[in-house]
Every structure is written in C-alpha cells, then in structure tokens.
C-alpha cells in the first residue's frame, strides 16, 4: 500500500468505529449503529480488530444484512459473534437479532427462547429505539408461538414508548390480538388495568348480536372506560363498524330445495339455521328478523322469486344451494336483494356485487392445512388426494397455498386404489431406489445385509385429502413402508365424525382441520341442536354449522365489506370475505390419538421436530 494512503485510511477506520457505537457504559457496554460503511468494509475492519471492537463491527454488520434482506449472510456473520464474550448491551443486540432471524426462518419457539438471556433484565437502560426493537420483536415472536396473551402483555407495556406511525400499527396489532381470541373473559383474571380494558372490548363487540347492538355496545363500553386507550383512540376496525349504517334486518328469505336430492342437505342447513334464530331469540337479542321459507325446488324461474321477495319486503336471500342456480345468479349484473347463496359459482367470474357465496369448501381447509404445516415449520410437502374433480380441486389449492409461502412440493399425485397403494407410498418416499441401493451393496460383498429400506428424508410431510376409508389405508402403508415419522395433515373429510375408536386407531397421529361445532360437543347451540335432532352430533353437523353460520353472516355481512380484515368466530370455522364476497373458512386442529379426535392448542402442532 502506498504510504500516501495510510494516514487517509487510519482516519476512515477510526470514523468506522466511532460510528458504531453508542455511549460508553463501564458495565452495559455498547451498542453497534449502522454506519457509513458496507458491510465487507466492517468485517475487514474486523477481521484486523481487538476483539471487542471486532465484536462491535461484526454485529453492526450482521444488522446491515439483516435490513437489507440478506438473511443467510446475516446468521453468517452472526455465527462469528462469541455472545458469551459481549457486555450485556450488545449480549440484548445479538439475541434481539438473533429472534428476528429466528422468526424469519418460521421458528417462533426459538425466537421466543431468544429473550430468556439474562442481559435482558438490564433492557430498560438502553436507549429508547433499542428496547423498543427488543419488545416488539419478543411481542411479535409471542404471537407466532401461539402465546397472544403474552404477546398482548409485551405490546401493551411498550405502547408508552411509541409514536407516529409505530404507535398506530402496535395500537392496531393489540386490537387484533385482543378480538382474536376466542373466550376473552377467560384471560381477565390477574390482568392489569389496560389489558382487561382490551378484554372487555373484545367480550363486547364478540358476544353483541346484530350491527346496531354491537355499536350500542362499543358506545357503552367507551362511556365507562373513557381513559383507556381504546376510548381515546377507537381501533379502525371499530371505528368503521360505527360509521356502518345501523338498518335493522326485519325479513330473510330462506331458498332451499325441499325435494330432490339436495332434500336432506337442505333440511340439515336449514334446521342449523332456525336453531340459531331460536337462540338469539332466548338470548333476548332484538329485533329478530321474520323468515320465510321458499322452495327453490319448485321455483319456476328466479326473476318470478325475486318480484315475490321484494314485495314481500325481503330485505336479505339466504340461498339457493343448488351450484346451477347459484350460477346463474353469478352471471347477472346485479340483483334485486342482497344474497348469500349456500355454493360457490364457477371461479373468477365477475358476480354481481349483491351476491355472496358461502360454502363448505374443502378448498379452504386445503390452504389451511398449507398454513398449519408452514407454521409448524415444514418447508417440503408431498401430496395425495383423490382422482377426479374434487381431488384436483384440493390438490391445486394445497398446492397454489404451499408454493404461495414459500414451500416446495416435491410430489403430488392421484390417491391410487388399496391394492396400489403401497407402491404408490414406495415410489413417493423413494424406498424403491433406498432397496436397490441395499441390493448393490449385498452383491458387491456378497454378505446378506441386516437392514431395512430409509425414506428420503427431504420430505417433511404428506398433505392427504381423502375419504376416511382411503385414510384409514394410508397411515398403515406408512407404517409398513418404514415412513411412521412422517407427520400427516388432512382435510375433515377423513374424519367420520363417530364413535367407532377401533376405525380412529388407524389414523393414529394424523392431523385434520375439522369445524368448531364437531370439535365442541359443550356448545350451547350444539347442544340444543343435537338434543333436537341427534344427527348434528355426527358428519352432518358440519352441514348445521353451515346453517348457523349463514344466520351469523345475514347480520354481520355489512361488517365484513366495511371492515376487509376483519373475521367471525362461527361454527364452521373463522369467517372472513374475500374481495369477490366469498366466504372462507379458517378451521381449528385436531389430533387422532388413542383411538379420539383431541382439539389442539391454536396454531400448535406438536410433531416432534
């Protein structure tokens, strides 16, 4: 190097140094800032540095990778870094970044496990933006790892320290936890003030029946908690539903066919439908609509149905089911009155805004099984589902839902007949190539091998769409074809919602989405439903489901086009609208063991990773 440049060189490094760090403290230590410098000049810097000052540089370029993106180089450099060495400041930077990465990679657990450093009792004396960065991170991490009343805990504690834009989406974030929950009474014992001042929000506006009682509500709840910071800033989810306008629904016309093969299907919806109607009717909401029933079996053409509605005041159709009239609607410009049709139309039409289109699509159960894997950490699929158009149609959807997230699936065929089967599950799990390995290496040795077929092992688990009698024949292929690790996920259809253990020790450990209302058998409204007619305890009770989640939906639908983001809590699933106005369900999970379907914790699937 010439010597002309050294003393340029000296001053740049110096600069380099004293740009990452912070004040100095004679035991917290200090924390690295970004500098002017990319990020091969901090870890040359580095490589030539006392090792403190190495250790300062090579975080600061850590962080630089991660801003950017560069994950992989981050955990690299990352990787360099002796924690146990560092003073308990950049000890809380290192874990900080450490859980981001954590998080980035889909592994909440060990993001969460991040925080329990020691150093991180001394969080509070770091500057400001560094505690706030920690606790969100943790907060964030919580709620991954299916902790959101910790993650509630952790945001309502920094939320002083936040302004602007910040201060908004952590407002936002704890709102959306708080709604999420399910029972959020459960949680109020042991809450500090502001966190049950969220649980009370959240108990209002989830048990209020109609729009205009859910506004009354929210009203009433402000008036007696006027310093909590949902008063002084109403959550937009909330603020919109009060701008909503509050038009009571005195009148709903229920359009199923009463004849024909869709007859038992109908009866099942419908008697799901009045037993909601009933309950909201016990539980003194009001006003209660009036509902008519008409007979689309015999209708002699929709236009002839919608003059008698609208003259009769109807002010919201619920149905038909039937996929053909529901097509036909789909293919108008408008209609007379809103609708909630019971099917789905043909995809990627342009429907009119007034129809809605409501089903028990196993599409939606296969993007949530895509959703459960990824979040239990699973990046490479293989997948199975029937032949025809209905397999084709869950396959796809797995597999759109799977390649959206980032997943790779390395096989997806046809579910092949039993006596196949086990070819099949060979050819996918690669044990044929494993055998023949085994035959090559006993005929260079000339020694008999004491060994049995390896599965590959680039595959995290098998997606498996099927009837329960196809099922039952897959988990024990597993099990002979040495594959009984291989975790599995599967649609309700593989569950015959009975009490036959003997049939469930087949599909020991299987995974399945399922409704709430088969997954509850406490559930008031089930429980008036089964006493009724016994056979909603079974497989038609996702049909009752249905019917009580259409009445749900019928007041609620203004809430949903309103408030996009926004979900309920039905007994069908978690109900959202997608921008063409179909409703998706979002399933709990649940478990095969021992011969029962046990519900699993939310979002936690333990598959002994």
């Given amino acids: 190097m010439p010597a002309c440049l050294r003393p340029f060189l000296i001053v740049f490094l110096a600069t380099l140094l004293a740009a990452c760090a912070s004040s100095p403290s004679s035991t917290l230590g200090e924390l690295p800032r970004t500098p002017q410098a990319t990020i091969q000049q901090l870890l040359e810097q580095a490589a030539t540095s006392e090792p403190e000052e190495a250790a300062l540089l090579r975080l600061a370029a850590a962080d630089q990778a991660y801003q950017r993106g560069d994950l992989a180089h981050a955990r690299d450099i990352l990787g360099q870094v002796d924690v146990t060495q560092l003073p308990p400041a950049q000890q809380i930077f290192f874990q900080t970044l450490g859980a981001e990465l954590a998080l980035a990679d889909g592994k909440p657990e060990q993001a969460v496990a991040a925080f329990d450093h020691p150093a991180f009792a001394r969080l509070s004396e770091l500057p400001v933006e560094q505690q706030v960065r920690s606790q969100l991170t943790r907060a964030k991490a919580l709620e991954a790892a299916g902790q959101p009343i910790e993650a509630l805990r952790e945001r309502i504690f920094i939320a002083p320290l936040l302004g602007g834009s910040q201060a908004t989406a952590n407002h936002e974030a704890i ?3 708080a709604s999420a929950l399910p029972d959020p009474h459960s949680h109020l014992a042991g809450a500090e003030a502001d966190l049950a001042g969220w649980l009370n929000l959240a108990a209002t506006v989830q048990q ?24 002084r800033t109403l959550p937009e989810p909330l603020a919109k539903l009060l701008e909503l306008a509050a038009e009571p629904l005195n009148h709903i016309a229920l359009l199923l066919p009463l004849d024909g093969q869709l007859a038992g299907v109908a009866r099942a919806l419908r008697d799901g439908f009045l037993a909601a109607h009933y309950q909201a009717r016990d539980q003194g909401v009001q006003p209660l609509p009036k509902i008519t029933l008409y007979d689309s079996s015999r209708l002699t053409s929709l236009d002839a149905f919608y003059r008698d509605a609208e003259a009769a005041k109807v002010q919201l159709v619920v149905g038909p089911l039937e996929k053909e009239l529901v097509k036909q609607l789909a293919e108008r410009p408008s209609l007379p009155i809103p609708t909630l049709a019971l099917n789905y139309g ?12 409501f089903g028990l699509a196993a599409e939606d159960e296969a993007r949530d099984a895509a959703r459960q894997a990824w979040a239990d950490g699973h990046r490479n699929a293989i997948a199975l589902a029937p032949r ?3 397999g084709a149609r869950v396959l796809d959807a797995f597999q759109q839902e799977w390649t959206r997230l980032g997943g790779t699936v390395i096989a997806a065929e046809p579910l092949a007949e039993p006596v196949e089967l086990a070819g099949q599950i060979a050819e996918l799990l690669d044990l044929r190539a494993s055998e023949a390995r085994t035959d090559r290496l006993e005929s260079t040795t000339g020694q008999e091998l004491d060994t049995q077929p390896s599965r ?8 498996l769409a099927a009837t329960p009698q196809q099922a039952q024949q897959v988990k024990p292929t ?3 074809q040495y594959a009984a690790d291989l975790p599995v996920y599967g649609t309700s259809h593989l569950h015959a919602a009975n009490d036959n253990r003997s049939q469930y020790l087949d599909l020991e450990g299987v995974y399945f989405a399922e409704t709430p209302w ?9 429980q008036a439903a089964v006493a009724q ?3 909603a305890a079974g497989s038609l009770g996702r049909l009752y489901a249905m019917g009580a989640d259409a009445y749900l939906l019928a007041s609620r639908l203004p809430q949903l086009v309103a408030i996009p983001e926004s979900e309920l809590d039905g007994l069908s699933g978690s109900l959202s609208l997608t921008p063409g106005r179909r409703v998706e369900r979002d399933l709990p999970w649940a478990q095969f063991r021992n011969g029962q379907a046990v519900p699993l914790q939310a979002d936690t699937v333990d598959v002994g990773r």
């Fill in 175 to 177: 709102w959306a936890l």
């Fill in 208 to 231: 209020a029946g109609t729009l205009s009682v859910q506004q009354s509500a929210i009203n009433t709840w402000r008036q007696q908690h006027p310093n909590h910071p949902a008063a």
């Fill in 346 to 357: 043909d995809t990627g039409q342009n429907t009119p805004e007034q129809l809605y289109q």
């Fill in 388 to 390: 025809g158009d209905w």
């Fill in 456 to 463: 590959r092992r680039d595959a995290d688990f098998l997606f």
């Fill in 478 to 480: 597993l099990v002979f």
């Fill in 518 to 526: 088969l997954l509850d058998a406490q559930n008031s409204l089930r």
């Fill in 533 to 535: 007619w016994p056979a």
